[in-house]
Every structure is written in C-alpha cells, then in structure tokens.
C-alpha cells in the first residue's frame, strides 16, 4: 500500500495561506531547560525533546540514562531523527528521515488555552519493533489536542538495537542491571519523564493513558505487566497488540524448545565476526540490520526477568497485571493475507493441533478456504484480545473490547473487512492520510472513535453523551462495541463460537478431551 499520494495532497493543504495571524511562538520551562516551540490559534506543539541520554557508543544495550540539560532556548519546532531502520519504504507509520542511534526524543501537542491540568495520552507506535516512529504525520497530536487531551508521541530503540543480549555483554554488565528489553526501557523512561514534566504543558500527571496499535499495543500489555512501569499511568488502550505472541526468554530455551535471546544474539554475531562487547558496540549500525529480527518468530519478544516477567497471557491470568481500566480491540481483517501454512512464527500457532483438532476447527470455519482467510486474524489477534479483556474483567478491573470493521468500496485491497492498522488515522483523526477518497461514513466513524478515547482517557470510562452505551466486559457473556461502516453499535463478540474452540485449543488440554468433558 503506497500513501505518496495522499501524502502530497496533504501536504499541499498544509501548505495554503490562512486568514488567520501567524501565533506566538510558545516558550515554557521544562526540568532540562527552555523550550520553544510551534503554535496555530488552537494547538502548541513542542517537538524533538530528548527523554533520555543518546544510548551511542558505550551507552549502546544500556538502560536509558538520565536525560539531558541545555541552556538557553532549544528550538522545538521541527521533528527529531527516528530511530535505526530499513530505509522506510512509503510506510505512512515511519515519518520523516534523517535515521540516527541518536533517537530517543518525544513530541507534545496541547491545547493553547488549556487552563485545568488536562488528561495526557502517551502514544506508543507500532512496526513490528524493527520500524516506526512517533514522528509519522498519520500521528500527528493536533486533532486529539483539540478534543483538550495533551498528546506525546516518542521514539524508541528498534531492532537489535532495541531488543537484543549476547553472551559478552551478559558479562560485563552488573548482575541487577536489567537486559534485552532496551526499547521498552525507552518507553518506560519516557513514562517517567512525562510524570516529571507534563504539568509544565498543561498536562495532569496523574491522568495519564498510554495507547498503542500493532506491536506499540503489545508494548501497552508489557507494560501492564512490568514492575518498573507500575504507577507511570492510569489508563490503557491496546489496538491490534497481539496477546499470545511468541516470547522468547532471556537465557534459556522458550517455547517449541526454541533458542534463547542471548543463543540467537551470539549466533547473529558469529555470522558478523562479532565477539566481543567492543566489537558489538563498534560495529556499524547497518550491520546490525542484516538479516532482520522477525517479531513473529519470537527474536524481539523477549522475557528478562525483570522489565518483563512472564508471557503477558499468564500475568493476565495470574491477575499480576496493572489494575489500570483497558480498552483492547482489533481489527476484522487484520492478517487477511497471510495463512497458517506461512514460514513464520504466526505460521506455528497450528503446528501442535491434532488431526482431530485441526478438523474440528476447520469445519468451525466452514471449511479450509474460510479457514486460512480468517485464522491468522482470529488466532493472532480476536481470541488474545478476548481472552485478555476477560481476564482483566475477571481480575476486577474495568474492561471494554471493540471490533473495528470500516471498510471503503475505494480500498482496493482485497481485504474483505478492516485490514491491520487501518484504524490509525481514524483514532488520530487523520483521515487525510487514507489511500483513497475519505467518506462521511469514515468522518462519522473517526468522530465516533477519538470521542469513545477521549472520554476514556478522562474518565476511564468510553461513554458519554450522545453515542451509543459501550458495554464493560461481565463474565463470559462478552460484549463488544462493533464501529462498521453504519455506525458503532454494542454487539456479542462475532463469530464467538471458533474463538471459543481456538481459545481452549490455545489454553490446553487437549480440546477433544475437553470438549468431551463439558458435554457430559
């Protein structure tokens, strides 16, 4: 899918003349310095702050360091580098270039006459963790600003710059010195610079919501779950975030008795000629992007012990997770591509079923063709999001689910529902940034969406006036808010009964013995 077009359209709007006088540059003080940033008549923005030391050189697979200070005004009008990547292929969720290892800096967007302390909402981007930014236009803080939310968007170390170990640095780090995790470390410090510094923006923080979309809401459900991240916010929004990935502990063999992340890191190295930590932390920054880590095959989805404990499925279920309410949801299409035969990690969800299993499924989707449409959708993402509300629910913390299924006639991916990440510019009320021509049924939708999240981010609760009820989960009865093409209407969980088979597949036993169990 290419934006370039839409891109341009965009920009050239952008870039008409107003009726309206040019504002003054807002200037404020932060704990690092003075900033000066960019205003219109309704939003600042203040761009390219730096949360945390430039993890360079020695500071490469180290916990974030403190941030730095400046003196004098740093300008703050214009975006900083992204993180380390494969040069950005018309991705709308990467941004613009320069790429640096230099990277860890943040956004904010805020209301010019916010005068209470106003809900803070902390967006985490998705990319499979080897791409994206928090600088991407499809991000862009100004319309959520306007509903009178303070927005920060951030980078964070990606790849094996990100999420990495290897047998030499295991070494010569101190033994409570936290490993692998490196980019979800980034998130947290950010966490902690926002509950420092936001109240100087006008932001409240001690309302602060964190959402995020693909492997950004993964990083939401770690997040839920990491004791250093407990306290750092009050709300939770997880779009499309998966819920059972693969995971991949620290130092010992994981599941399907898969290498461990230090095994992987030592092999990639040797390829390299990499042995030592000097060597590693000299090494080029492109070499560490050949070949790329794969999220779904586990080799960034890493359990250290400490940042993250455990699988995310079995802290839900142990009720370790922050109390915090939850909005988690997907998409009706969201792998429509992809199917369970594809070499990948996704692709091993179904390699363990029995014949028996594998048939009873099957004919749950109506036969093989539906089934390698729909499986990967409801395996990776419908029966995880599930599984997670109730879990929450069951915990006693408030849970809401939703299904997003807006699809144009003008998309021609033969998509047949709302394919992965489509719901972005919706949420962030950027829907010039769609591939095709915008209607008012997705006017009507993104309305619909960013009032339920804003509200949410208030209150904790989505509902407000003047919108349809969106049912909190209640026992096994889910319920769901369905956001379709006519409007958002609270409806039970579709197609429940294969996610009920999937779930018990996915939890074991066995679902035969199961199953047999619970009719009799």
């Known amino acids: 899918m290419t934006f370039a077009g839409a891109l341009a359209t965009l920009s050239l709007m952008m870039a008409q003349p107003t009726d309206q006088p040019p504002a003054e540059q807002p200037v404020l003080q932060i704990e690092q310095g003075v900033l000066a940033g960019q205003a219109d008549e309704a939003v600042a923005s203040f761009k390219n702050i730096p949360y945390a030391a430039p993890p360079v050189a020695e500071r490469r697979w180290r916990p974030p360091g403190a941030a730095p200070h400046w003196e004098g005004q740093r300008d703050a009008s214009t975006y900083g580098p992204l993180c380390i990547q494969a040069t950005p292929q018309g991705d709308p969720g990467v941004g613009p270039l320069p790429m640096s290892e230099d990277c860890l800096n943040l956004n904010v967007w805020r209301p010019t006459d916010v005068s209470a302390p106003a809900p803070v909402m902390v967006w985490i981007h998705g990319g499979g963790l080897v791409n994206g930014s928090g600088t991407a236009a499809l991000y862009d803080g100004a319309p959520l600003a306007r509903q009178g939310m303070v927005v920060v968007t951030l980078n964070y170390r990606l790849g094996r710059l990100g999420f990495f170990d290897h047998p030499a640095l295991a070494a010569e780090r101190p033994a409570d010195e936290p490993a692998g995790n490196y980019g979800l470390m980034d ?109 779904a095959n586990g080799d960034l989805t890493l359990i250290d012990g400490r940042i993250v404990p455990t ?124 591939p095709y021509p915008v209607r008012d049924a997705d006017r009507e939708a993104s309305a619909a969406m960013m009032g339920y999240w804003t509200t949410f981010a208030r209150s904790g609760d989505p509902n407000g006036v003047g919108r349809p009820a969106w049912p909190r989960i209640s026992g096994e009865d889910t319920r769901l808010m369905w956001f379709r093409n006519d409007g958002p209407e609270a409806a039970p969980v579709p197609e429940s009964a294969r996610l009920d088979l999937l779930e018990l597949f996915r939890g074991r036993p066995h679902i035969v013995s199961k199953a047999v169990r619970t009719s009799n």
């Open 187 to 295: 998130v947290i410090a950010a966490l902690n610079w926002v509950k420092t510094n936001i109240s100087a923006f006008g932001g409240d923080p001690t309302n602060v919501t964190v959402f995020g979309e693909s492997a950004g809401g993964a990083i939401v459900t770690r997040l839920m779950i990491s004791p250093p991240a407990r306290g750092l916010f009050e709300r939770a929004i997880v779009q499309s975030g998966l819920g059972r990935e693969l995971q991949t502990p620290l130092d010992r063999r994981g599941a399907y008795d898969l290498p461990s992340a230090r095994e992987r890191g030592e092999v990639w190295a040797h390829g390299h000629n990499l042995v030592t930590a000097a060597d590693l932390r000299a090494a080029p920054v492109e070499q560490l992007l050949t070949p790329a880590p794969v999220f």
């Open 311 to 434: 699988t995310i499925e079995a802290a839900f279920r142990a009720g370790r997770q922050s109390p915090t309410p939850l909005i988690i949801g997907t998409n009706s299409a969201e792998f429509w591509w992809m199917k369970p035969t594809d070499r990948n990690g996704y692709g091993m969800i179904d390699d363990d079923m029995t014949w028996l299993e594998r048939a009873m499924i099957t004919a749950a989707y109506g036969g093989e063709a539906n089934f390698d449409r729909a499986f990967m959708t409801d395996a990776v993402f419908s029966e995880p999001a599930r599984r997670l509300a109730r879990l929450h629910a069951a915990a006693g913390h408030d849970a809401y689910l939703y299904r997003f299924d807006i699809s144009s006639p003008d998309n021609p991916e033969p998509h047949g529902g709302a394919t992965h990440a489509i719901e972005r510019p919706y949420v962030f009320g950027t829907l010039p940034l769609l």
